[in-house]
């Protein structure tokens, strides 16, 4: 399915449960850490961002050009390579880029139909699986009939 980005105002983005403090344009939303490529397209290839926003992130002496894609439950950033020359009428990268996972570490635990009922929380019935972390208090349901 084609989807249609559009600009939005600051307001318009609600803090999720799993990010602590969303930070500044120079600083990283709390908390973060480093990850690889490896996880970083394990947990994008499948999902389309909800929102997608621009960082110049100064962090331990260093500036990141960081692409910060948020996703239901956590978020991804991915930093610009910036060392850069032509080679011929080639642009070739000196380094890489590096990847980033921002939000809560989930410690996930199941909730029965009952327990969603008394929540509030949707429950769709025999195939439907929601959890809850211990931490943030995210949800995450999924359908395995699907
Ligand atoms: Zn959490």
């Not at 105002?9 to 602590?20: C, G, N, R």
């Not at 880029?97 to 008394?118: A, M, N, Q, S």
């Not at 929540?119 to 995210?138: A, D, P, T």
Request: hydrophobic share 30%; with cysteine; aromatic share 16%.
């Amino acid at each position: 399915m084609m989807q249609k980005m559009v600009y939005c105002e600051d307001e318009e983005f609600e803090k999720p449960s799993w990010i602590i403090d969303m930070g500044t344009f120079n600083t990283m939303p709390q908390p973060w850490c480093e990850t690889d490529a490896d996880e970083y397209w394990h947990l994008t290839g499948a999902y389309s961002p909800s929102f997608v926003e621009f960082r110049q992130v100064h962090e331990s002496n260093e500036v990141w050009f960081l692409t910060i894609s948020y996703y239901h439950g956590f978020a991804m950033g991915v930093s610009r390579p910036m060392d850069w020359t032509f080679v011929g009428d080639k642009i070739h990268y000196n380094d890489l880029p590096r990847y980033f996972k921002i939000g809560c570490v989930h410690e996930y635990e199941g909730l029965d139909p009952v327990k969603c009922r008394e929540l509030g929380i949707f429950h769709g019935g025999r195939c439907y699986h929601v959890s809850k972390c211990k931490k943030c208090g995210h949800v995450h349901s999924v359908d395995s009939s699907d």
